[in-house]
């Protein structure tokens, strides 16, 4: 759904790629498994 990627992309330094797709460079790995752990979280939220 385009409903997952509209939210991603509200995340400061992502860039919507197309319908279905975000684009984001983390800086390490913390912050790459805390942006995923962020996303997941949301998606839960938005099939509630």
């Known amino acids: 759904s385009t409903a997952y990627?509209?939210?991603a992309s509200?995340?400061?330094g992502a860039e919507r790629m197309g319908a279905l797709e975000v684009e984001y460079v983390?800086?390490?790995i913390v912050e790459a498994y805390r942006l995923?752990?962020?996303w997941v979280l949301a998606?839960?939220?938005l099939e509630r």
């Open 5 to 7: 990627a509209d939210v």
């Open 36 to 38: 995923l752990e962020l």
């Open 10 to 12: 509200l995340t400061p």
């Open 43 to 45: 998606a839960y939220s």
């Open 26 to 28: 983390a800086r390490n």
